[in-house]
């Protein structure tokens, strides 16, 4: 298995990496609206539907990432909760003025980064045409640029932090239709954006545990499941930018950095096949109807509905190219397949069947039937697509656009991680023009005071606290789940006051503590670990783990391991 620390392999590749850490502050209520700040709920009142349509930028441009939405022709359903939403989130109302609370708390997080933070906000839009937000943009400001911090003695450059609104939940996505829940609707969070400097992809996982053990350092942001979320941006030489969106769990970081960077690297090879054989734009001009064809073949895994129709493509000189690996249990065919899930919609797999595929070897007398109706020769891969007819008319031209952005190399694009490590095609890269100004709300001016606030709530820094703390002796885990499980505070109030070793007390904390909580017993405080292990005192781990059980009524029976014991 691959290295992912490994510095030499990754320079051969040209590898880069960067992050877009989203956090959701703890606040009240939303960012432009008094609606509350509530646990996420499956309880919904009402519906209303919704279809987006993109809108020009300042320059008179469209994005191109809104006109792919726009493609898909989606049907956006909204499940409403009266006790989250309010008129704002639907678009039926202008924004309420920006929440104070999240705006000193965003503050705190900035100085915290050693940003040079904005003496005056301006609110934009980020046209948003997915459906994750009813009004079709996010509003977003930029608070702070240029700042950094420092992961194992290196400097990590931060690019800027943002201060917006976070977007709708998406419970389904069939078909024509998706659906949302809107209760994390314009929840107010930030967005942290590092330069592209990690080498690694362990570096860029040690980068985003750095992030987030510095937020929760702040106090400022909301924990658990689904409040944070990482955007993780992948390059390699002769590559390009692919932002692979909404990864969940920093441990699978490394993991999807080394699968794109070997994808990217295929793709580049693959690039270089295709122009040695010939093939150009002009190699994927043929397509034609072959329903009668395919319904004569019992074997394909196509499921018919009543409009069904099956169209197929000539891909010229291209033989063996769709069946070239590009990551984990993946081929090039997957880029087509996923392409027209997402833009064609044509959800049920397999959407596509393709001649190089070894499942359909046997039916080598069909491809060839459909060689000879378009005038092709035995080293042209065919494929073939089924479903509506309007959807295969969209298959038919996404498919001849990724062949022809397969001669460029690797296309920009926003990906989504899949089990295994490797990724899918989510939309082509947003670009700047879905970004202008938002005409609703004036400028915000920051004065000194909100400052020298921001600085007075701030702790001190990450990097000399976990210095503090490997003095200590504290492991690297230790140290990490101090900060993660939120109980550093404790850590440092009771440090001085027992006379345990720093990494026992580490222990009591963050695994003793946890599993007397999972025993149902009530959990020891501040209290009862100086009344217990004040005295001066040559304490065993396991010493001061019964000792502290005992103190709060839980009789501990450690077993002796031996020969033969399980």
């Known amino acids: 298995m691959q290295r992912f620390w490994d510095k030499e392999f990754y320079a051969g590749l040209g590898l880069k990496v960067g992050l877009e850490v989203h956090r ?15 646990p996420y709920s499956k309880k919904f009142h009402s519906k209303i539907l919704r279809h987006m349509r993109p809108t020009l930028s300042e320059l008179g441009l ?25 008129t704002y989130e639907m678009d039926d109302a202008p924004p309420f003025e920006m929440n104070r609370e999240a705006l000193e708390k965003a503050l705190v997080i900035g100085t915290m980064l050693n940003l040079n933070l904005v003496d005056e906000l301006h ?24 700042g950094h911090i420092m992961v194992n003695g290196r400097k990590i450059d931060i690019l800027h932090l943002g201060l917006e609104e976070d977007s709708a939940r998406e419970v389904s996505d069939r078909g024509h239709r998706r659906t949302y829940m809107t209760d994390r609707l314009s929840i107010p969070q930030v967005e942290i954006v590092t330069a592209p400097l990690m080498e690694t992809p ?77 093939i150009d734009d002009s190699s994927f001009g043929w397509s034609g109807d072959v329903t009668e064809l395919v319904k004569q073949q019992a074997c394909f895994g196509f499921v018919w509905g009543p409009k069904s129709v099956a ?14 690996p590009t990551g984990p249990g993946r081929v090039f065919a997957h880029e087509l397949s996923d392409r027209i899930r997402v833009v064609a919609c044509l959800d049920t797999l397999p959407n596509l069947v393709c001649s190089d595929n070894p499942e359909y070897f046997d039916l080598g007398p069909m491809f060839d039937e459909i060689r000879t109706m378009a005038g092709g020769k035995a080293g042209d891969a065919v494929v073939i697509v089924l479903g509506p007819e309007a959807d295969v008319v969209s298959a038919d031209l996404e ?30 890269l947003p670009g700047r023009d879905r970004m202008y100004p938002d005409t609703d709300l004036p400028p915000i001016v920051l004065t000194g005071e909100a400052f020298d606030l921001a600085k007075a709530r701030a702790p001190a820094s990450l990097w000399d606290k976990e210095a503090e703390y490997r003095e200590l002796g504290l492991s690297k885990s230790q140290l ?72 709060v009524g839980h009789e501990v029976h450690w077993k002796r391991k031996g020969r033969g014991n399980e």
């Not at 022809?404 to 295994?420: D, H, N, Q, S």
Request: with cysteine; hydrophobic share 40%; glycine share 6%.
């Open 123 to 146: 609110i934009a839009r980020k046209q948003l045409l997915d459906g994750s937000i009813p009004t079709g943009f996010q509003r977003t400001t930029l608070l702070g640029i240029c």
């Open 202 to 278: 362990q570096e860029a996982a040690e980068v985003g545990q750095a992030i987030r053990r510095l937020c929760h350092l702040s106090k400022m942001c909301r924990t658990g499941l689904g409040r944070a979320r990482q955007d993780v941006n992948v390059s390699i030489d002769g590559g390009t930018r692919i932002e692979i969106k909404g990864v969940g769990s920093l441990r699978d970081v490394p993991k999807l950095v080394h699968y794109e960077a070997l994808r990217q690297k295929a793709l580049i090879e693959l690039k270089d096949t295709a122009i040695s054989r010939g």
């Open 399 to 428: 498919i001849k656009a990724r062949m022809v952005e397969m001669l460029k190399g690797v296309p920009k694009e926003t990906r989504r991680p899949i089990p295994g490590g490797a990724t899918r095609f989510e939309r082509v």
């Open 311 to 324: 169209q197929a493509i000539l891909l010229k000189n291209c033989q063996g190219i769709l069946a070239t």
């Open 480 to 551: 990490e789940r101090l900060f993660t499980q939120g109980v550093w505070e404790l850590f440092d109030h009771l440090v001085e006051k027992v006379a345990l070793k720093p990494t026992i007390l580490a222990y009591l904390l963050l695994d003793w503590m946890p599993y007397l909580k999972r025993q149902q017993v009530l959990v020891p405080e501040a209290d009862i670990f100086i009344e217990l292990f004040a005295k001066e005192k040559d304490w065993a781990q396991k010493e001061a783990a019964a000792a502290l059980a005992f103190a």
């Open 24 to 38: 959701q502050l703890d606040t009240s209520h939303k960012l432009f609206c008094k609606c509350p700040v509530l």
């Open 62 to 86: 469209y994005d191109p990432a809104a006109l792919m939405e726009f493609k898909t022709k989606k049907e956006i359903v909204y499940c409403l909760n009266r006790d989250t939403v309010c």
